[in-house]
């Protein structure tokens, strides 16, 4: 089991012929992502050349991955489900839109720097779809062994049954690696920006649902209350153990730091704040990626005594 993402998803790049997209769908590949198609209008009926993943069946040279005009042609043709979008900040919502529009399951938008009007729309219009957005401005997620959808490094972990919900790619990427011994079910980087598809609670609820997630890792941020509204759900509908962490202990007040959303007023939005929110609905805090990751390890052993 793993949550948004498994083995029979069906993953389409949407600008997989530029060189980021590129890059990164041979990098999908390489951790055995199933990708069936890429969409750039004008170039349908062409395809792109990748090399095929480490252990694969080397015989068959490359793998011609197609090319289609639009994300309806693709999911009619390959019956994709989830689309990954690697396309420049002023044309990301209109991509956006169009994978709603199609009715694809999962939007994972990883591009950065897109206009908070802009996502504030495609936001509001996936709301009433049947589309779930991830980002923008994310690494994607993982669920290790299965797929892997976005720029998350496949190579620094292990399936296992942590769930690990971040608002950061870059703690994403040590968090997965300081608990490689123990592996994960999923790992989900929502996005730092103001306003994201997918919040903490989605994934929190995710994971409570799941089966093979034993525990759950949150990473969060300065900036807002997502933290304190998650800490609300947790003590309200989650019986497994969390743990947590806040970026941000050192941020000066008033400056934004980072991601856009990532800014301190007075009292609200600090890193006190959030981690005396999540204690208080029974989260272990720690006050570093590394002293996280050591309670999580101490919650795997006990589970596992």
């Known amino acids: 089991m793993a949550i948004f993402l498994n083995s029979e998803s069906k993953v389409i790049v949407q600008g997989m012929t530029g060189s980021e997209g590129r890059k990164h769908t041979q990098r999908m590949l390489n951790s055995g992502t199933n990708i069936v198609g890429g969409v750039t209008p004008g170039k349908g009926g062409q395809s792109v050349e990748f090399e095929p993943a480490e252990g694969a069946d080397s015989q068959a040279g ?3 991955v197609p090319v289609f005009n639009s994300v309806g042609e693709a999911i009619e043709a390959t019956g994709a489900d989830v689309t990954v979008i690697f396309v420049p900040a002023k044309f990301t919502k209109a991509a956006v839109v169009e994978a709603i529009d ?3 399951g999962l939007a994972v938008v990883i591009t950065e720097g897109v206009p908070v009007k802009d996502t504030a729309e495609f936001f509001a219009l996936s709301q009433n779809s049947s589309t779930r957005l991830i980002g923008p401005n994310c690494p994607g997620l993982i669920s290790p062994g299965q797929s892997n959808a976005g720029i998350i490094p496949a190579d620094i972990t292990k399936a296992g049954r942590i769930g690990l919900v971040s608002k950061s790619g870059t703690l994403t990427y040590q968090m997965m690696y300081e608990l490689r011994d123990f592996g994960f079910s999923s790992a989900v980087g929502i996005g730092g920006d103001p306003i994201i598809g997918t919040t903490h609670i989605d994934a929190l609820q995710a994971f409570q649902d799941d089966p093979d997630t034993d525990a759950i890792v949150m990473i969060g941020e300065i900036g807002g ?4 509204r998650a800490a609300e759900y947790i003590a309200a509908n989650v019986t497994k153990p969390v743990v947590g962490y ?3 202990f050192t941020a000066p007040e008033g400056k934004t730091m980072g991601h856009a959303g990532a800014i301190v007023s007075g009292s609200s939005g600090t890193a006190s704040a959030k981690k005396e929110a999540l204690e208080a609905a029974g989260v272990k805090v720690g ?8 309670l999580m390890r101490e919650i795997m052993q006990d589970l596992n005594a």
């Open 62 to 64: 490359t793998v011609a």
């Open 102 to 104: 199609a009715k694809i």
């Open 225 to 228: 209350d997502a933290e304190e």
């Open 246 to 248: 806040v970026a941000g």
């Open 287 to 294: 006050k570093t990626p590394s002293e996280t990751a050591d």
